[in-house]
């Protein structure tokens, strides 16, 4: 989209979306860090004294809360955040292929990618409360069942590569639209705001009080629920819990 002089502002993130989005960055950026420090033996990762598989465990709970919140969210949230406003079907993804797309929001491909990152981040968090390392942590459901445990302890090791990789997309894929279609998504994700021209009558989105609420009380129901599976059984090393 190109700017002119013409463009107004429009409100296409509501603040719970955004905050979603950045926890949901930072806390998968830490859940893999942390996993990696908890494998290293030397150096300062490895001398900083610091319980690393409690901050993996800790960092996955705040994934699978934060995941379970946009699930909700997607069917609560303002209007761009609903999954009935960006999933569509194949034929709109084949007219955006055409070029014959013109939208706010995730486009009908973006729209996918969306989704798979749901799924695959919050199945791997998901598996997480199945996970043992056989040493000191062990998810909280692990209890419950040798055979699913060893199944989901496997799952949970081979999602790496697929996580990698559907990041790598997510990333190449800004930097494409930044580049070859001058629109500045990272800037919409953090002010939640967009410049359009007047005459596409884009619907605002709502991003108040009220949704802000909204947004904290849906957040506070999925990390107590979190919470409350974390309670079911002893999930690590011992330091936070
Ligand atoms: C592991 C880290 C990350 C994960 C798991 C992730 C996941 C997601 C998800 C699930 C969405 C959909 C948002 C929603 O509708 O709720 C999204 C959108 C977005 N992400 Fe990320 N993200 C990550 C890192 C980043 C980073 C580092 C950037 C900035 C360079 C970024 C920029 C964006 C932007 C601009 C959008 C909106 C795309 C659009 O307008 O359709 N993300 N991301
Ligand atoms: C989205 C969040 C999460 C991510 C990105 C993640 C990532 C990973 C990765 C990549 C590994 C494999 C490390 C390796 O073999 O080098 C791992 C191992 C592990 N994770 Fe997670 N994890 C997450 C959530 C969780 C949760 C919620 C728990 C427990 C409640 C958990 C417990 C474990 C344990 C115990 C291991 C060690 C398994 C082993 O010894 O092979 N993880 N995690």
Redesign the pocket.
Same mark, same amino acid.
């Given at each position: 989209m190109y700017q002119n002089s013409q463009d107004i502002t429009i409100r #296409?993130?509501d603040f719970p979306?955004r905050f979603? &989005?950045?926890a949901?960055?930072i806390c $998968?950026?830490a859940a893999?860090f942390s996993i990696k420090a908890a494998g290293t033996t030397e150096g300062w990762v490895a001398n900083a004294g610091i319980a690393w598989m409690d901050w993996h465990v800790l960092s996955g709970y705040c994934v699978l809360s934060l995941i379970l919140f946009?699930i909700i969210?997607?069917f609560t949230g303002s209007y761009?955040?609903r999954f009935s406003q960006?999933l569509k079907g194949p034929a709109s993804i084949m007219q955006y292929f055409k070029g014959n797309h013109d939208s706010l929001? &995730?486009?009908p491909l973006?729209?996918l990618? #969306?989704i798979a %990152?749901?799924a695959v981040?919050g199945f791997q968090a998901f598996s997480g409360l199945f996970t043992t390392d056989d040493i000191f942590t062990n998810g909280p459901l692990v209890h419950l069942s040798a055979g699913f445990s060893k199944t989901m302890t496997s799952l949970h090791r081979s999602n790496e590569p697929v %996580?990698i990789i559907?990041?790598a997309l &997510?990333?190449l894929s800004?930097v494409f639209?930044r580049v070859f279609k001058k629109?500045k998504? $990272?800037s919409? %994700?953090i002010t939640g705001k967009t410049q359009v021209s007047p005459e596409n009558n884009y619907v605002q989105a709502t991003d108040n009080l009220r949704v802000f609420i909204a947004g904290l009380v849906t957040l506070a129901v999925t990390s107590g629920f979190v919470y409350w599976i974390s309670t079911l059984g002893a999930s690590s090393s011992g330091s936070f819990y």
């Open positions: #296409v993130w979306t979603f &989005h950045w949901l960055a $998968v950026i893999f946009r969210w997607g761009y955040a960006f929001g &995730h486009n973006g729209a990618s #969306v %990152m749901l981040f %996580m559907l990041f &997510h990333i800004i639209y629109k998504l $990272v919409t %994700m």
